[in-house]
T-cell receptor
């Protein structure tokens, strides 16, 4: 069966520090991968998605970047965190067929102080 | 881009009361998906509807897809405290897409 792993679960980082969140998927090949951000009490904002290795699409301009160095690995990064980067970050995957459901990781709660 | 409007944003109910959340789109959809996110947790897929007028049930939950495939609802009968969480709809546009558009979610608070 397919599983998705996301770490760390919680993170407290000072303003200006770098960020690296990692997400890996097991049990499937060539998944579509997504990074979402959820502000407290808010909806899901799509940050990046990827349909293949090295293929990254950005949905909103921001202080973050994403990379997909391997088929089932998706990384969210920042060189210098801002206070506004605080939030709940969710990685998700879906199958290669259109209109399929998404499966979410456990999420990373990031607090920038 | 496509937008999916979801209402209400919050709903407080007494345990045993019913609950409904609605999703609306100005454009025709390929499908509608529903997810549940427990407090502190991650969204979990509940169900997908693809046919015009489709109705599906999961125990006390009833999901409907409108005849015009532009709106959907999730109805919970006789809420329980275990129903607490945020319910999201997500949709793909007519013609298909790899990227689901999520509604803003409805947070359900059940008072015992």
């Amino acid at each position: 069966s397919q599983t998705i792993h996301q770490w760390p679960a919680t993170l407290v980082q000072p303003v200006g520090s770098p960020l690296s969140l990692e997400c890996t998927v097991e049990g499937t090949s060539n998944p579509n991968l997504y990074w979402y951000r959820q502000a407290a009490g808010r909806g899901l904002q799509l940050l990046f998605y990827s349909v293949g290795i090295g293929q990254i699409s950005s949905e909103v301009p921001q202080n973050l970047s994403a990379s997909r160095p391997q088929d089932r690995q998706f990384i969210l990064s920042s060189k210098k965190l801002l206070l506004s980067d605080s939030g709940f970050y969710l990685c998700a995957w879906s199958g290669t067929v259109m209109n399929t459901e998404a499966f979410f990781g456990q999420g990373t709660r990031l607090t920038v102080v | 881009g496509q937008q999916v409007m979801q209402i209400p944003q919050y709903q407080h109910v007494q345990e045993g009361e019913d609950f409904t959340t609605y999703c609306n789109s100005s454009t025709t959809l390929s499908n509608i998906q529903w997810y549940k996110q427990r407090p502190g947790g991650h969204p979990v897929f509940l169900i997908q509807l693809v046919k015009s007028g489709e109705v599906k049930k999961q125990k006390r939950l009833t999901f409907q897809f409108g005849e015009a495939k532009k709106n959907s609802s999730l109805h919970i009968t006789a809420t329980q405290t275990t129903d607490v969480g945020t319910y999201f709809c997500a949709a793909h546009p007519s013609g298909g897409s790899y990227i689901p558009t999520f509604g803003r979610g409805t947070s359900l608070i059940v008072h015992p």
